[in-house]
Each structure stands twice: as structure tokens, then as C-alpha cells.
């Protein structure tokens, strides 16, 4: 890994490390913006490379969209301290508070930057958007939340993520309308505890860093790229397991926290949320089976000089991780068990 030999690339990953810490520690709503600024300030530097033309527009685009939010956010703190005593407008500050940190986190209806930031990203880069980015601005996002919009919010994100992942052919791009479908899970788990947020971010995080980790050592970028390339056996049965398991499969690991929040769902009598986001996890699973069913089941020219070795302990933690998460679910059940 390149990235961590250089010193820059290290100091500004530890501002950004540093920033999340600043905004969720912070005790005043200033606080927290400048926390955001100073991790928008230092992403930038990670995501532009002047070599390449598609990540120097993804940083004006990073920077311009996060921009527009974090002045959104300003302005409505300030007028929340201004019109504090006025009970009609704190429901629509909420509403805006709110839509300016679900900007930040790129969740639907103000994911249109999302998808087309992340191609131009490398796998590191596109890992850290997809967790740490999300960090500050969710929990934020649970300091004043507006229920009835985030319901809404919920519906939209399941529902967008799914649908917007059909005809993808990139898998950068894939990727991230499967994190807008799974930021939808993580605020309603927000919204039942921080306990359980914190639980499927980790479990959220986990997956992906596998997935992201296998793409980085086959440099790959596209759906097609997997079912050229011959694959050795063992990589390949990692991608099943890995993409399974985020889908929310049942003898996964990825399933437990669905399990949890689907719990929590039903007793609450809520159905009909139930419903949508059990049938937007079955489009995100339909997905994820078309690139493991073009990996598995083409085969193209078949050369001898064509095939692709790891590193063998890189294999090693891969599959250990793969192995982590079909065994997890055993350990889980006994959770239920009483």
C-alpha cells in the first residue's frame, strides 16, 4: 500500500481521524461545524492525485457538495440560537439541520454526488467515504432528529439504493448505491440506539473492507473485469461469501444486525417499513448474485500464463475473514436462545 509510505497522505489521515473526534465530542453546535470543515479540508488532499483527471474533478465535486451543506448547517444553527423561543420554526430548523447533514453523508435525495464521486476514487479512498465520512454526520444527524422525516428519509434510501444499483456496470459505483441502501438501515439503527448503530457500522465496515481489499489486489474496477480475468478458486468463493453476506443472507454474519433491527421493527408494529426494506435488501442481493454469477460462471480464453496469485498471507487474512463471517452467524443465534 503506496498510501501509508507517504508522510502527507498520513498527516491528513490523522486530521480527518482527529476532526470526526472533534465534531462528536463537541458540546455546542459550533463546535461540530468546525469538526466537519476540518474534516472536509482534510479529505480533499487524500482524494486529489494530479496524475489522474477523474479524481482531481471528484475532489471540486467533494468540495463543492460539502460545502453547500456545511454553509446550510451554519446558517441553520444560527438561526436555531436566534429563534430558539418560536416552536413553528423548529420544526422546519430541524428539517434543515437535518437535510444538511444527510448532504454530507451522501444519503438520498441528496445523493446525486455520491455514486459519481466514488468513480473517481481508489478502493482506500472509496473505503474511508463510504465509513469514516459517515461517522460525524450521522451521529450528529442523532443529536436532533426529526422522526417523521427521517422515516422518510429511511423509505427514500433503502428504496433508491436498490433501485439505482440495477444497471451499474462499475463497480465503485455499485458499491456506493449499495452504501446509500445500507446508510438507510444504519439511521434507523441510529434511531433505536447508539449501541446498535455502532454494531452494524462495524459489521457494515468489516464487509466492505474485504470487498474493497480483494478489488485493490486484482485491480479491479468493472463487473466485466471479473469474469476476464480466470480467478483462482479460493478468491472466488471469497466474493460469494463477502457480497452474501453484506446482502443480508441469513447463515452470514451481514444478517445478524438486519436480524436486530427487523426485530425491533416488528414489535413496534411498523410493517410497512418492514416490508420496503426487506424487499429493497432482496434488489441489492439480486446484484450482488449478477457479478458472482458472471465471476463463477464465465470462463474466458484460458491462457496459462494468465492467472493471478496473492500473496499468500493476504489470502490467508481474506479467507479468515471469509471464514468470520459464515461461522459469526452460528455464534449469533445464541444470542437468541434464552
Do not use: D
Amino acid at each position: 500500500m503506496h498510501f501509508f509510505m507517504n508522510s502527507n497522505k498520513m498527516f491528513f489521515l490523522f486530521i480527518l481521524i482527529f476532526s470526526t473526534m472533534i465534531s462528536i465530542s463537541s458540546n455546542s453546535w459550533f463546535g461540530c461545524w468546525i469538526g466537519l470543515e476540518i474534516n472536509l479540508l482534510s479529505f480533499i488532499p487524500l482524494i486529489s492525485n494530479s496524475n489522474n483527471l477523474l479524481s482531481s474533478e471528484a475532489s471540486l465535486k467533494y468540495f463543492l457538495t460539502q460545502s453547500i451543506a456545511s454553509m446550510n448547517f451554519l446558517f441553520s444553527i444560527l438561526i436555531k440560537m436566534i429563534l430558539m423561543k418560536n416552536f413553528e420554526m423548529i420544526y422546519f430548523i430541524s428539517i434543515m439541520i437535518n437535510s444538511s447533514l444527510l448532504m454530507k453523508m451522501g444519503s438520498a435525495p441528496f445523493h446525486f454526488w455520491f455514486p459519481n464521486i466514488s468513480e473517481g476514487l481508489s478502493w482506500f479512498n472509496n473505503f474511508i467515504l463510504m465509513t469514516w465520512q459517515k461517522i460525524a454526520s450521522l451521529i450528529l444527524f442523532s443529536y436532533y432528529m426529526n422522526l417523521n422525516f427521517s422515516y422518510f428519509i429511511i423509505i427514500l434510501n433503502v428504496m433508491i439504493g436498490a433501485i439505482g444499483g440495477m444497471n451499474q456496470t462499475s463497480l465503485r459505483k455499485l458499491m456506493s448505491f449499495s452504501s446509500i441502501n445500507n446508510l438507510g438501515w444504519m439511521i434507523f439503527s441510529i434511531m433505536i440506539s447508539e449501541n446498535l448503530w455502532i454494531f452494524y457500522f462495524f459489521m457494515y465496515s468489516f464487509l466492505i473492507s474485504i470487498m474493497f481489499f480483494l478489488f485493490y489486489m486484482l485491480n479491479m474496477f468493472f463487473i466485466n473485469q471479473l469474469f476476464i480475468n480466470n480467478m483462482n478458486f479460493m478468491i472466488k468463493m471469497n466474493l460469494l461469501i463477502n457480497f452474501l453476506s453484506l446482502g443480508g443472507l441469513p447463515p452470514f454474519i451481514g444478517f445478524l444486525p438486519k436480524w436486530i433491527i427487523i426485530n425491533f421493527l416488528m414489535m413496534n408494529k411498523l410493517y410497512l417499513l418492514t416490508f420496503i426494506m426487506l424487499m429493497s435488501s432482496l434488489i441489492t442481493i439480486y446484484f450482488y448474485i449478477r457479478i458472482i454469477y458472471s465471476s463463477f460462471m464465465f470462463n474466458y480464453i484460458k491462457m496459462k500464463w494468465f492467472k493471478i496469485f496473492l500473496k499468500n498471507n493476504f489470502l490467508m487474512f481474506i479467507n479468515l475473514f471469509s471464514f468470520i463471517s459464515i461461522t459469526g452467524m452460528i455464534f449469533s443465534t445464541f444470542l437468541y436462545i434464552y
